[in-house]
């Protein structure tokens, strides 16, 4: 089975300290609608950096960019829905609120928290295990970024209110076209094999990023490959670059729309070179890997979700004990005190 070739690189159980335990993945991310990347407010442009095009052309060009938390805060979302529906949430050590995001008050109990990690707020810190980085888009982003102008319309359908008052609520904003393509690469580090089934699932189940999600921002997630090692997988950056250079060498016409079965192929090719790299042990064959996804869905679905996600919780019950005692253990000290 595919999951026990990953065994060497899997934890057998949770554990404080990594040891040195790494599974990489390199995940196709190709646009399916109108999507927007920014850091900042309406009209600002789209998150884009100058890079070399490729490692053997040495030339500057603007390259979209999907940040790390552009990519992990949705997934996370994702799994906190299916927690939360089945009452796997705990509530903040200060507080009676329920864990939730962005609210410095983590629970530090739950999966989520277990797994992606938690820092503000509580009475300790976790770091990440799930370890993300800039994704690059293949072409430069002048051929990848359009203008729309958006107008407000009134309910009666027209751009005049009752009174004949013209909309004023006019405004250009950048925006991602469908069909471009980010590269990503993730790293899990010392995770079990469920841990990694959540985290692969969360990936595999999201389908909307950026701003503005509920209109636009729709998004195909595909996994071109699966490491074990004792060491990362080479950047996203790295591997945008040698995919250009690979079809600049093939002859390709780099303009968008890029087929997607045509680039994931050259990735393939580009990637199956690095388990000769150092720390990278072994590679997941594209039939292996097919069962992989198999295996997740059939965890994922709705015949067996309920009890692999309380395996799941159930399995940090050891750690959350030393948590209680501890705690205990401070009241009394200041009792005495």
């Known amino acids: 089975m595919t999951i026990e070739k990953l065994q060497p690189f899997l934890a057998a159980s949770y554990e404080n300290f990594p040891k040195g335990r790494t599974i990489g993945?390199?995940?196709?991310?190709?646009?399916?609608?109108?999507?927007i990347f920014r850091t900042e407010g309406t009209g600002e442009p789209m998150c884009s950096e100058?890079?070399?095009?490729?490692?053997e052309h040495t030339e500057s060009i603007p390259r979209l960019v999907m940040t790390e938390r552009k990519q992990v805060a949705p997934e996370r979302r994702k799994g906190r829905e299916f927690l939360r529906s089945h009452e796997l949430l705990y509530k903040a050590p200060k507080g009676d609120s329920i864990c939730a995001l962005n609210t410095n008050a983590p629970c530090e109990m739950c999966i989520d928290c277990f797994l992606y990690g938690f820092a503000a707020g509580g009475e300790g810190a976790q770091k990440s295990r799930v370890w993300t980085e800039d994704a690059f888009s293949v072409l430069p982003s002048t051929e990848l970024v359009a203008d729309r102008t958006i107008n407000a319309i009134f309910e009666n359908g027209t751009m005049r209110d009752e009174k004949g008052n013209a909309s004023t609520a006019l405004n250009t904003s950048e925006y991602i076209k469908?069909?471009?393509h980010f590269l990503d690469i993730v790293t899990f580090k010392d995770v079990t094999v469920d841990e990694l089934r959540y985290a692969l699932g969360?990936?595999?189940l999201t389908t909307r990023y950026g701003a503005v999600s509920s209109r636009i921002g729709r998004m195909e997630n595909q996994i071109l490959g699966v490491f074990g090692g004792?060491?990362?997988?080479p950047s996203s950056l790295e591997l945008v670059q040698g995919i250009y250079d690979k079809l600049i060498a093939d002859g390709k016409e780099l303009e968008h729309p890029f087929n997607t079965e045509a680039l994931a192929s050259v990735a393939r090719?580009?990637?199956a070179s690095w388990t000769s790299k150092r720390g990278i042990s072994m590679?997941?064959?594209?039939?292996?890997?097919?069962?992989?996804?198999v295996d997740i869905d059939r965890h994922w679905s709705l015949d067996e979700q309920a009890t692999f996600l309380k395996r799941l919780n159930q399995s940090y019950e050891p750690f959350r004990k030393i948590k209680s005692e501890g705690k205990k253990k401070g009241r009394d000290k200041?009792?005495?005190e």
């Open 25 to 35: 993945i390199v995940v196709l991310r190709t646009t399916q609608s109108e999507t």
């Open 50 to 55: 100058y890079v070399q095009a490729g490692i």
């Open 178 to 180: 469908p069909g471009v």
């Open 202 to 204: 969360n990936t595999l």
């Open 230 to 233: 004792i060491a990362e997988l």
């Open 269 to 271: 090719s580009i990637i």
């Open 283 to 293: 590679q997941l064959s594209e039939d292996e890997l097919n069962e992989l996804i």
């Open 334 to 336: 200041q009792s005495e």
